[in-house]
């Protein structure tokens, strides 16, 4: 198993690729713990937004577990230089900038779900940090030569 940072001896990939990889891993469990929180906080923000909830939840559950797994093989893939993961993930880092402003626009609605309502929009900004950041160190010039060697 390669352990989580490998040497810089050249045989590993470099820093930036190694650090985008674990910020990925921390998105998603901190995108994880949002989904557990928004489960709770769905009904009450949907109320809000004069929307009806629980509409397609079953089917948003399993798009969105697939799309997990996607992400998970992504980022796995990520370490070992292959160019169609960073692709992808530039798409979920997208997505996940876009759900963070999304927070940022129905703010007043979290508020007044209470406690977990401003737990779920900080989870929303912290993912989409971590995801910007992780984008940015995919791209560095020492990343644009891992993914070259493919």
Known sequence: MTPLFAPEDGTGPPRSV???????????LVGAAGVMVSYSTAPEIAGQLGERPGQGAGWVGIIALGLLLLWVAAVLSLRNGHNWARIVLSGFGALGVLEGLRFL?????YLAAGALGVVHGLL???????????????FRPDANAHFARE
Request: charged letters at 5%.
């Open 18 to 28: 190694q650090l985008s990889f674990v910020l990925w891993l921390a998105a998603a």
């Open 105 to 109: 626009s129905e703010a007043d609605a």
């Open 124 to 138: 929303s900004i912290a993912q989409a940090a971590l995801v910007v950041i992780a984008v940015v160190l995919m």
